[in-house]
């Protein structure tokens, strides 16, 4: 068995080591590590590429936030990175894009590739020594894990057969345990021996080739083409251009006069509503864009006026995207603060003024539509790697209590506690305050506070009980800091006297702030 055969087994049995009933922590620093330790191995031209190490860094900076944080975002990021990785590692001159698709069809593809690869490996070795080699190693496998599953199965009808298994400590192993194993046998192939497809590669070259411009003069059928489309893309966009101007104008006027809290407004609608149809307005623009300047029409000098037409529409698009983010940041300032949906809305924006700003670095440079592909995932890949740097639930539990502090009122509490319990300290220093003086109490009555105090007990005792039972696989700083900080806790003192005034007829459900808007 060759050596990379090996790097696949033991990369099996680690990811089931590493990942079976764990949490996101060091197991994927560990299986990291081991990837690129085996992607090395198998090509070491890697070290000589730009590239790679590119992505290697920005791997490196996922792993930071999954190491320090085990967040969501930091899980995705090491996800994508890892893809990336793998896909530089076998063709360093591919986009990152077109690497990433590969890397992605090829974890699927891994199972028929693992027997297929087997195969051709038996055959050529047969061809090469003269000897017939069976290409049916990979049975010995299969038997082996079959082998396992009825030592499992045995073990569950057998009460001796079960006592003498405890004898020889076989207890780690579970059939769960042998499925992740088998899991982890096919991702480590995908990773490390997973399989391009070619075809992608050749077309990758065809789909970023310059756009040149044509070397005798266009004539009959195709110029009259151009005639009409350059006619036809000059009057959709001087309307545009107009419409767009009347919004972006009303939109300035409506926000120059200034917003308050107590004005009629339905702030849901105004912004996650209004960031819908812009969004949707601004892949259209960008279709529109694409269809008119996907070829000759690039260098018609009579398509001046258009290009100078669909630059300024960029520009107006971007315009609108400005007065959506600051539509955004009222509705946080004025209404109810941070949430996920929010900041949410900053990042879609930012994606879409990134884009439109290579929509029209393509229209004004000629590029092909293939670099506005390359170049957005590549914004959007940096994007998410920054992204997973930041602890978006403590972020967001800080602000919306030092924001409600400064409004003398008090923080949605039930919409903190449905975040992950990564903010559960913060959350905890909020609810002894209160105890403490619960004259510092705006909107929650006594009752509503203690029930929230309930749901903040019962989800610190969980979180404790599950962190617990975990090995050193899952550990992150964030959950070992906080497991720390609960554990010695006294959960008595978070509950307040109910005051004679408050009677059964009180007992009301509280107002929804409207968090998660």
């Keep these: 068995?060759?050596?990379?055969?090996?790097?696949?087994?033991?990369?099996?049995?680690?990811?089931?080591?590493?990942?079976?009933?764990?949490?996101?922590?060091?197991?994927?620093?560990?299986?990291?590590?081991?990837?690129?330790?085996?992607?090395?191995?198998?090509n070491p031209k890697n070290i000589a590429n730009k590239r790679w190490w590119l992505s290697i860094a920005a791997l490196a900076i996922s792993l930071c936030g999954m190491v320090l944080y085990g967040s969501v975002v930091a899980w995705v990021s090491v996800i994508f990175s890892l893809l990336i990785v793998t896909g530089?590692?076998?063709?360093?001159?591919?986009?990152a894009v077109l690497n990433f698709i590969q890397s992605c069809l090829a974890v699927p593809l891994s199972v028929p590739n693992f027997f297929r690869q087997n195969h051709i490996a038996a055959e050529n070795k047969r061809r090469a020594t003269g000897k017939k080699a069976s290409p049916y190693g990979f049975v010995y496998?299969?038997?082996?894990?079959?082998?396992?599953?009825?030592?499992?199965?045995?073990?569950?009808s057998s009460t001796a057969f079960s006592e003498l298994l405890k004898q020889i400590n076989f207890s780690f192993i579970s059939f769960g345990w042998v499925m992740c194993a088998l899991l982890g046998i096919f991702v480590s192939f995908a990773l490390l021996k997973g399989r391009r497809l070619k075809f992608l590669d050749r077309e990758e070259g065809k789909w970023g080739r310059p756009l040149l411009a044509p070397i005798h003069p266009l004539e009959g059928e195709q110029a009259e083409k151009n005639t009409v489309e350059n006619k036809a893309g000059t009057l959709l966009l001087v309307l545009l251009n107009i419409?767009?101007?009347?919004?972006?104008?009303?939109?300035?006027?409506?926000?120059?006069?200034?917003?308050?809290?107590?004005?009629?407004?339905?702030?849901?609608e105004m912004v996650h509503q209004g960031i819908g149809a812009?969004?949707?307005?601004?892949?259209?623009?960008?279709?529109?864009?694409?269809?008119?300047f996907r070829g000759k029409l690039n260098f018609d000098e009579k398509a001046k006026t258009l290009q100078a037409l669909a630059l300024i529409w960029m520009l107006q698009n971007l315009l609108l995207t400005a007065t959506g983010a600051y539509k955004n940041y009222l509705y946080i300032d004025i209404v109810d603060g941070l949430t996920y949906k929010r900041v949410g809305v900053f990042f879609y924006l930012l994606l879409a003024s990134i884009g439109l700003f290579f929509t029209a670095m393509k229209v004004y440079t000629k590029k092909p539509n293939w670099y506005l592909v390359?170049?957005?995932f590549t914004a959007f890949f940096i994007v998410l790697i920054a992204s997973s740097s930041v602890d978006w639930d403590v972020i967001i539990t800080n602000y919306n209590?030092?924001?409600?502090?400064?409004?003398?009122?008090?923080?949605?509490?039930?919409?903190?506690?449905?975040?992950?319990?990564?903010?559960?300290?913060l959350i905890e220093k909020w609810m002894s305050s209160a105890a403490a003086n619960p004259a510092r109490l705006h909107q929650y009555k006594a009752w509503e506070y203690n029930n929230l105090s309930e749901k903040f007990i019962h989800k610190s005792i969980l979180f404790n009980e599950k962190y617990s039972q975990k090995g050193w696989q899952s550990w992150n700083l964030t959950n070992h800091t906080n497991y720390q900080y609960l554990k010695p806790l006294n959960y008595d003192k978070y509950y307040i006297t109910l005051p004679e005034t408050e009677t059964i007829d009180t007992l009301t459900t509280p107002t929804d702030n409207g968090y998660g808007n």
């Design 401 to 425: 209590i030092k924001h409600a502090e400064l409004k003398r009122e008090d923080p949605d509490i039930e919409y903190l506690l449905r975040l992950s319990s990564r903010n559960l300290p």
């Design 88 to 95: 530089y590692s076998n063709n360093g001159n591919a986009s």
């Design 1 to 42: 068995m060759k050596t990379k055969d090996w790097f696949i087994i033991v990369g099996g049995v680690l990811f089931a080591y590493l990942f079976y009933k764990q949490a996101a922590g060091l197991n994927y620093l560990v299986y990291s590590l081991f990837v690129v330790a085996g992607l090395l191995f198998s």
């Design 374 to 376: 390359r170049v957005n």
């Design 243 to 268: 419409l767009l101007l009347v919004v972006n104008s009303s939109d300035i006027a409506f926000l120059a006069g200034g917003i308050s809290a107590n004005q009629n407004l339905n702030y849901s």
């Design 278 to 292: 812009l969004i949707f307005s601004i892949l259209i623009a960008v279709g529109i864009i694409l269809y008119f």
């Design 141 to 156: 496998i299969i038997i082996f894990c079959v082998f396992i599953l009825f030592v499992l199965l045995y073990s569950a």
